[in-house]
Nanobody, 123 residues
Framework: QVQLVESGGGLVQAGGSLRLSCAAS????????MGWFRQAPGKEREFVAG????????YYADSVKGRFTISRDNAKNSVYLQMNSLKPEDTAVYYC????????????????WGQGTQVTVSS
């Protein structure tokens, strides 16, 4: 079992930055690949960024590539999403998830989710 708690969301102007954190409790955090997803009102949950358990391979949605960076600190049982050059279309609830699966971009691969944190980008 893994419990995930996101933090760091908020209201920011377009062009600004936010850093989301996801703290994990439970056993063997380092054995999970981690991902960030987001869901805007009226839309399906979509993949944002993923990171394999080793931390050596990262994956990004085309819409955030070059602006967002995912990282993890296994010693702190945490995963982060640094978001720069934010746009109004980045507005959504952001969720972190943990998976033992291979396809980190597929939400169905994830067994554990946090409760989400709201990110609002004003124009």
């Amino acid at each position: 079992q893994v419990q995930l708690v996101e933090s760091g969301g908020g209201l920011v102007q377009a062009g600004g930055s936010l850093r989301l954190s996801c703290a994990a409790s439970g056993r063997a955090f380092s054995s999970y690949s981690m991902g960030w997803f987001r869901q805007a009102p009226g839309k399906e949950r979509e993949f944002v960024a993923g990171l394999r358990r080793s931390g050596g391979n990262t994956y990004y949605a085309d819409s955030v590539k070059g602006r967002f960076t995912i990282s993890r600190d296994n010693a702190k049982n945490s995963v982060y999403l640094q978001m720069n050059s934010l746009k109004p279309e980045d507005t959504a609830v952001y969720y972190c998830g943990a998976t033992t699966g291979y396809m980190v971009s597929r939400s169905k691969e994830y067994a554990y989710w946090g409760q989400g944190t709201q990110v609002t980008v004003s124009s």
